[in-house]
T-cell receptor, first 112, second 114 residues
């Protein structure tokens, strides 16, 4: 069965600094991988998804993620953090049309 | 385009009460799911449905019941509420596409069971 591990339940960065949120997955077949963002008191919004077309995936709001099969990782990055990036981020995995399995989330704080 | 609509947004129940959380989508998606979100636990799948008349259990189904009589609606029933069911509940509707499905989430229902 597939699973996701997000390293770090809370990450704090300074405004303008690099954002790196880590995600490792386990899957018995080539996976589909996703990053979602949740702003306070809101639902989840899709940031980006990996579908095997390209290992480097660009998403909304300047975020991108790189699929590394050898490391079973799908880390999320953004070159320069903005205050508006403060939110909770979830990595998720799916095997074909199976339901998404989510990681436990990483809360990103951005310090002015 | 409303997307996924959940009602109510907030609810307080007493232990033992029953209630139904409503979820409706207007995107004609076959696939719908219910998750609960608890601090430090991420989102856990309660039940899901791959089409009208078809439902299946997820990771944490106990204490919840679902049915899918139409494509648009996927209600979640709490049969006898318990404090352990205090949580935020999210309904999701999924488009199945080449390259993997994409889930669209409702705004959530915050439930407190006293």
């Amino acid at each position: 069965a597939q699973s996701v591990t997000q390293l770090g339940s809370h990450v704090s960065v300074s405004e303008g600094a690099l954002v790196l949120l880590r995600c490792n997955y386990s899957s018995s077949v080539p996976p589909y991988l996703f990053w979602y963002v949740q702003y306070p008191n809101q639902g989840l919004q899709l940031l980006l998804k990996y579908t095997s077309a390209a290992t480097l995936v660009k998403g909304i709001n300047g975020f991108e993620a790189e699929f590394k099969k050898s490391e079973t990782s799908f880390h999320l990055t953004k070159p320069s953090a903005h205050m508006s990036d403060a939110a909770e981020y979830f990595c998720a995995v799916s095997e074909g049309n199976t339901p998404l399995v989510f990681g436990k989330g990483t809360r990103l704080s951005v310090i002015a | 385009n409303a997307g996924v609509t959940q009602t109510p947004k907030f609810q307080v129940l007493k232990t033992g009460q029953s209630m139904t959380l409503q979820c409706a989508q207007d995107m004609n998606h076959e696939y719908m799911s219910w998750y609960r979100q608890d601090p430090g636990m991420g989102l856990r799948l309660i039940h899901y449905s791959v089409g009208a008349g078809i439902t299946d259990q997820g990771e944490v189904p106990n204490g919840y019941n679902v049915s899918r009589s139409t494509t648009e609606d996927f209600p979640l029933r709490l049969l006898s509420a318990a404090p352990s069911q205090t949580s935020v509940y999210f309904c999701a509707s999924t488009t199945i596409a080449v390259g993997g499905n994409i889930q669209y989430f409702g705004a959530g229902t915050r439930l407190s069971v006293l």
